[in-house]
């Protein structure tokens, strides 16, 4: 019943934070474009820009609203039913998440009212401000929670109390500076960015090809290609970095994302694997020669670690145990969130290509694929993302230091988390109607007609 009680803390935190997920990269991205058309409208004093700021204002605000209702959740998660696991990091923890709480977000939500309500109250440069600091705010946020998350992936600066059985903070300093934290950071913010683009491509898409509000929707398709493919070169450049940190203090990871089995001197990078696990090997595995090597070494010739040496290491160093992740999640996890930043990517140039010749109109067929299939790959790729980084960690929940087998709450039943974990997957299920309802609605509205910050403030009342 214990490991029973375990696996449904698990599916709930992956089925909650999944559901966060989706919303939080929009944030980061949306919010600096909205950012962007208001001090262009600033700027130029072009209603097409302003119009611009109201329409993607409101999907915004919709975006960010269930994204902080489906946050807030996660945290009261760890005390519920994590309780172990909450006692052993507290110290580390409570620094990062007060900080995000009390500064970022504060921060975000504050400015954030004073732009929805300030138009007509606040000078058209003060109020600009006011977007952009909802934008860093956004950015400082994401800043704080990875510092908690990077932690458990590569745990630095702490002490084990040998008395209470606690990890003590002992360097915040080289918490704050940890390189999977410097990694993982600029990911995400340009995760965002290629996010939003892909959501915001596909929106104007669907006006364009419907020949509406072609002024605002073909400048929105504009910003949305720049930001989806400048995101997505950011993804695929910090993807790289933050792989080569991986292979340095994650390696069962990269060895699992990769099938494998044994150390390779080059290292060949896995096309498609079928894996024996009862045999620790591969039944069957295309490959590309040396591209494992280059990925994780930025040469042909160094050696990459394998499955089975690394698992008899951490028998060595933490006791009998199976130390391998999930490989099918993790291997596949890995091609699918590769394959859908590369579907980005492409989408993104396409844009931007089509954009500068004039000729994004005539491409029917590009703006129904960035309305069905760029959408589709931003979110899966989000997901899949996460689901890699998380799965691919197991079975430590800090990274061999402390296992998740264990760190659930003991005095919390299967049978209760079974009723939290129907309740919550229902909650979100419910309060996805109403959010899909109301972005899907004000995307079909497209933009109004406002001309002045009087218009503007009137029509964001909704």
């Not at 934070?17 to 700027?43: K, N």
């Not at 390696?251 to 080059?266: I, R, S």
């Not at 690394?310 to 009998?320: F, I, K, S």
């Not at 972005?439 to 218009?455: L, R």
Request: glycine letters at 10%; aromatic letters at 14%; proline letters at 4%.
């Amino acid at each position: 019943m214990e490991d029973l009680a375990l696996l449904l803390a698990r599916w709930q935190f992956g089925i909650v934070t999944v559901y966060h997920w989706l919303f939080v990269p929009i944030t980061l991205g949306i919010t600096w474009m909205v950012a962007i058309m208001e001090t262009s409208w600033l700027r130029t004093k072009n209603p097409v820009y302003l119009r611009m700021t109201k329409f993607w204002g409101k999907l915004m605000l919709i975006n960010f609203a269930i994204g902080v209702v489906t946050g807030i959740v996660q945290e009261f998660q760890f005390g519920m039913n994590w309780s172990t696991y909450s006692r052993f990091v507290g110290d580390i923890f409570g620094a990062p998440l007060a900080i995000e709480a009390l500064l970022a977000f504060f921060i975000e939500s504050t400015f954030l009212g004073l732009w929805i309500f300030g138009w007509k109250k606040l000078s058209p440069k003060v109020h600009v401000l006011t977007i952009w600091i909802v934008a860093f705010g956004t950015m400082a946020s994401a800043f704080w929670i990875l510092v908690a998350g990077s932690w458990m992936q590569y745990p630095v600066g702490y002490v084990l109390n040998p008395v209470t059985g606690r990890a003590e903070m002992a360097n915040f300093f080289e918490i704050i500076t940890s390189k999977m934290l410097w990694a993982q950071f600029p990911h995400t913010i340009f995760v965002g960015f290629a996010t939003a683009g892909s959501l915001m491509l596909g929106v104007s898409a669907w006006h364009l090809m419907r020949k509406q509000h072609i002024e605002v929707m073909r400048t929105s398709a504009a910003f949305a290609s720049v930001a989806l493919l400048v995101g997505s070169l950011g993804v695929a450049m910090t993807g790289h970095w933050l792989g080569q940190v991986m292979v340095e203090v994650q390696p069962m990871k990269m060895a699992a994302a990769e099938a494998l089995w044994e150390d390779e001197q080059p290292a060949a990078f896995s096309l498609f694997a079928v894996g024996d696990k009862e045999n620790n090997r591969n039944a069957i595995n295309v490959a590309i020669p040396a591209g494992l090597s280059l990925l994780s070494c930025n040469n042909l010739d160094c050696e990459v670690r394998g499955i089975n040496s690394l698992q008899a290491e951490m028998v060595e160093n933490h006791g009998p145990g199976d130390y391998i992740p999930n490989l099918f999640v993790t291997y596949w996890g890995f091609r699918l969130m590769v394959g859908s930043g590369t579907l980005m990517l492409i989408i993104g140039a396409l844009g931007v290509w089509f954009h500068l010749r004039g000729t994004l109109l005539k491409r029917r067929w590009f703006l129904v694929g960035a309305l069905w299939i760029g959408i589709a790959a931003g979110f899966l790729g989000n997901a899949t993302g996460w689901i890699f980084t998380e799965m691919g960690r197991q079975p430590w929940v800090v990274y061999e230091v402390l296992l998740t087998r264990g760190t659930n709450s003991p005095t919390v039943p299967a049978g209760w988390v079974w009723i939290s974990l129907i309740g919550f997957s229902v909650l979100y299920g419910l309060l996805a109607i109403p959010a899909i309802y109301l972005f899907v609605k004000f995307a079909k509205a497209g933009p109004g007609e406002e001309t002045s910050n009087e218009d503007v403030a009137a029509s964001m009342v909704y």
